[in-house]
C-alpha cells in the first residue's frame, strides 16, 4: 500500500519542434486498450480498457497490450504522483487512405481509422497519422527518415544510422504550432522499483482502484521499456485527451533498445502523442515528478 505522499506532478509539455517485445510481460492478450483521442465509434462495441472509444494502438501482430498485475514479490513501492501540465500545441497531419499502422485496417478521410474487423474509429484516430519516409532528417535534425524492410512509414535511423522502429515520433509530418493547452490527469503516478538485481521499475496510472497506463522498464540486461493502456485527461476546455502507452514511443516491438524510459520521463522526459478527436493529435513531451 501507498503512503500519502506530498504531490507530484506528470508535466506534459507540448513541444515546439519536430518533424520486440509486448507490452505485456506476463501475458498480453489480443483485444482492446491503447488509444486516441474522445470520439466516436460505429460497428461494435468499444475496445475493452479503451475508456475515449477510439481505437487502440495495436502491436505489429495485432495484438494490444494490456496493463499487467504488480507482481508484489519483485517490486516494492517507492513513490507516487498526479498529472498535469500547460503548453502550446502543434498539430499532426493524417493519412486520408491507404493501410494504416503495420497495414492493420485502412484510412479515411481526416484520419478516420477502419480496423482489421471493420470497426470505424475516429477522426483523427492515430492509427492514420502521417509519417516521413523520404530520407529527410528526423525531428530536431537528428538522425533519417525512411521505409522498413517491411514496407512501413516512419522508420527513424538514429544519428549512428541504426534502425530504431517504424512510425517512430521523430518522423512525424507536423503543422504549425496553433493551439494552448492545459492538461490535467486525474490518475495517480505509482512508482514501483524490482528487488529482484535486474534494475528494473514499473510505473502506473491508476484510476479509481484500475490500472489505466502503464509501463514496464526490464532492467539492465534487457534494457528495454514496454508499455500498455491509455492515459486520459482533459484540457482547460473539458475536451477529453489521451495518451496511448502503446504506441511506439513508449513501447519496444524491435530495433535499437528504447533504454529506461521511466527515468527519462522524470529528466528530459519523452515525447509522445497525445489525441483529441475534435481537435487532432499533438506531439507532446512527457515528464514526470515523483516524492518517494
Known amino acids: 500500500m501507498f503512503r500519502k505522499l506530498l504531490p507530484a506532478v506528470v508535466l506534459v509539455l507540448l513541444i515546439l519542434a519536430g518533424c520486440g517485445k509486448d507490452g505485456g510481460t506476463v501475458t498480453d492478450p489480443t483485444g482492446g486498450g ?10 461494435g462495441v468499444p475496445p475493452d480498457g479503451d475508456p475515449v472509444t477510439n481505437g487502440a494502438w495495436p502491436n505489429p501482430d495485432g495484438t494490444t497490450p494490456t496493463p499487467q498485475p504488480v507482481d508484489s514479490t519483485v517490486y516494492t513501492p517507492s513513490g507516487s504522483g498526479s498529472a498535469g501540465e500547460s503548453g502550446v500545441s502543434i498539430p499532426l497531419l493524417f493519412q486520408t487512405s491507404g493501410a494504416a ?62 534502425p530504431t522502429s517504424s512510425y517512430h515520433p521523430k518522423c512525424l ?16 503516478a505509482q512508482l514501483y522499483t524490482a528487488t529482484d538485481g535486474s534494475s528494473g521499475s514499473l510505473l502506473n496510472f491508476v484510476s479509481g482502484g484500475t490500472t489505466q497506463a502503464q509501463l514496464i522498464y526490464h532492467g539492465t540486461a534487457d534494457g528495454t521499456t514496454t508499455g500498455a493502456g491509455v492515459l486520459v485527461g482533459t484540457d482547460n476546455g473539458g475536451r477529453s485527451w489521451s495518451i496511448g502507452f502503446a504506441q511506439p514511443a513508449l513501447n519496444y516491438t524491435g530495433g535499437v533498445t528504447n533504454g529506461d524510459l521511466i527515468t527519462a520521463l522524470q529528466g528530459a ?21 515523483l516524492v518517494p
Request: aromatic fraction near 8%.
Open 101 to 162: 499502422r503495420y497495414n492493420l485496417g485502412t484510412c479515411g478521410a481526416n484520419g478516420t481509422w477502419t480496423d482489421p474487423l471493420g470497426n470505424v474509429y475516429g477522426p483523427h484516430n492515430p492509427n492514420c497519422l502521417l509519417y516521413y519516409s523520404d530520407g529527410r532528417v528526423g525531428q530536431n535534425n537528428k538522425g533519417q527518415c525512411v521505409t522498413s524492410p517491411e514496407g512501413y512509414p516512419g522508420l527513424w535511423l538514429n544519428p549512428q544510422a541504426h
Open 34 to 43: 491503447g488509444g486516441g483521442g474522445g470520439g466516436n465509434q460505429t460497428g
Open 269 to 289: 522526459g519523452v515525447e509522445v502523442v497525445a489525441c483529441n478527436t475534435a481537435i487532432g493529435c499533438s506531439l507532446v513531451t512527457l515528464k514526470l515528478s
Open 173 to 188: 509530418a507536423m503543422g504549425t504550432p496553433t493551439v494552448g493547452l492545459a492538461l490535467s490527469f486525474p490518475a495517480q
